[in-house]
């Protein structure tokens, strides 16, 4: 079974900083890749699909890029809002495997 | 509006069976692959089992493989979780969620349950 390896497993950051997590599949999955957001004590949320499409309502400063086995989730400008956690998803075939999960924090 | 309730988890002993259950409504439940994801207590995501459309393929983790069973009634919009000889690592909030349909434009889940939590313990 394909792994996905996220890194790092938790970062802090200021507001207004430009953010980066990385994930990366063990074999190619070309651009199957969704992220999700995950604050606490709420359900996973998704953010963007296809590796790089943002899904409907989420803001523009969420991006995504990569392909094949290498894939990035980049916050532009860190707000106070975005406090949660991040996991990866592959979905090019079952297992439908998630990433360990970034928490990112506000220093 | 679209929604998943989730329902069925409790309390188990180890090797015992539970039910979970997950009303659709809002949507075309019969038109969407459906999941279980499930999130043990402070730990990450876990994908748990897929159900197509007509409920005519199935996949799942090996970590539930031959324990569990995903299932579906879409003249109930409804979706549900058969879970037998269970065990102490299956403790966790369990999810329903809609699973979009996977192209090369298209894929993620999108709507998740409330997530109804499931306790494994003498």
């Known amino acids: 079974d394909i792994q996905m390896t996220q890194s790092p497993s938790s970062l802090s950051a200021s507001v207004g900083d430009r953010v980066t997590i990385t994930c990366r599949a063990s074999?190619?999955?070309?651009?199957?890749l969704a992220w999700y957001q995950q604050k606490p004590g709420k359900v996973p949320q998704l953010l963007i699909y296809a590796a790089s499409t943002l899904h409907s309502g989420v803001p523009s400063r969420f991006s995504g890029s990569g392909s094949r086995t290498d894939f990035t989730l980049t916050i532009s400008s860190l707000q106070p809002e975005d406090v949660a956690t991040y996991f990866c998803?592959?979905?090019?075939?079952?297992?439908?495997?998630f990433g360990g999960g970034t928490k990112v924090e506000i220093e | 509006e679209v929604q998943l309730v989730d329902s069925g988890g409790g309390l188990v002993q180890p090797g015992g069976s539970l039910r979970l259950s997950c009303a659709a409504s809002?949507?075309?439940?019969?038109?969407?692959?459906m999941s279980w994801v499930r999130q043990a207590p402070g730990k990450g995501l876990e994908w748990v089992a897929n159900i197509m459309q007509d409920g005519s393929q199935k996949y799942y983790a090996d970590s539930v493989k031959g324990r569990f069973t995903i299932s579906r009634d879409n003249a109930r919009n409804s979706l549900y979780l058969q879970m037998n000889s269970l065990r102490g690592e299956d403790t966790a909030r369990y999810h329903c969620a809609r699973v979009t349909e996977r192209t090369e434009t298209t894929g993620g889940t999108d709507v998740w349950g409330q997530g109804t939590t499931v306790t494994v313990s003498s």
């Open positions: 809002g949507f075309s439940f019969s038109t969407y692959w």
């Open positions: 998803q592959k979905y090019d075939s079952a297992p439908d495997t």
């Open positions: 074999q190619d999955i070309s651009n199957y």
